[in-house]
């Protein structure tokens, strides 16, 4: 029911803008968050967006490069990603929940299958 897509190998510095399209189900009233998982390592909370899009929240670390938003008549969200870095390198992932916003994966009921994002130095 949400599916990712716009990843890809992009090098150092480049942006690249995700998708997270919603299926079968209206999921205009849900918040919308991104996470990512790089290899050997726990999945982490990237940004969340509040239904209205009116409220958006980041992880510390990729504020002022990554900015989420929404269009709610396409029933699409989007993580756009500027200057990328090797640390970037990621499955990332949107989920979808019916409230409010929330930095916990465990709070998502809905996921997508994930894009790939790899940063080359």
């Known amino acids: 029911q949400l599916v990712e897509s716009g990843g890809g190998l992009v090098q150092a510095g480049g942006s690249l803008r995700l998708s997270c399209a919603a299926s079968?189900?209206?999921?205009?009233?849900?918040?919308v968050g991104w996470f990512r998982q790089a290899p050997r390592k726990e999945r982490e909370f990237v940004g969340v967006?509040?239904?209205?899009?009116?409220?958006?929240d980041y992880l510390d670390s990729v504020k002022g490069r990554f900015t989420i938003s929404r269009d709610n008549a396409k029933n699409t969200v989007y993580l756009q990603i500027r200057s990328l870095k090797p640390e970037d390198t990621a499955v990332y992932y949107c989920?979808?929940?019916?409230?409010?916003?929330?930095?916990?994966?465990?709070?998502?009921?809905?996921w997508g299958q994930g894009t790939q994002v790899t940063v080359s130095s």
């Open positions: 989920a979808a929940r019916v409230g409010g916003p929330s930095g916990s994966s465990y709070d998502y009921k809905y």
């Open positions: 967006i509040s239904w209205d899009g009116a409220n958006t």
């Open positions: 079968g189900r209206d999921f205009t009233y849900a918040s």
